[in-house]
């Protein structure tokens, strides 16, 4: 399915879609997030969690909120990102 990103986060996602998986389900997705200048690059992000919630008009879903784990690929191998604190 696809869908479009209203909100994301180091920790979680929202997506506006027309069909949602049901709270609790397990997800794999994808993001892609262009650049927003000519010299910054595109990023690409995988990411596998869970649904927490759906959202909806008149018993139709309008899209879902999702704890996820990001990663991204790049030159030196994949990056985890969390939302913990590194010092």
Do not use: M, Y
């Amino acid at each position: 399915a696809t869908g479009t990103t209203r909100d994301i986060s180091i920790i979680g996602v929202f997506i506006v879609a027309e069909c949602a998986p049901l709270p609790g389900s397990h997800i794999e997705l994808d993001v892609f997030l262009p650049a927003l200048h000519g010299k910054a690059r595109s990023v690409q992000l995988h990411g596998e969690g869970k649904v927490l919630r759906v959202e909806g008009r008149e018993g139709a879903p309008t899209g879902f909120a999702a704890e996820v784990l990001f990663q991204t690929e790049s030159s030196g191998g994949p990056t985890i990102l969390t939302g913990e604190t590194t010092r």
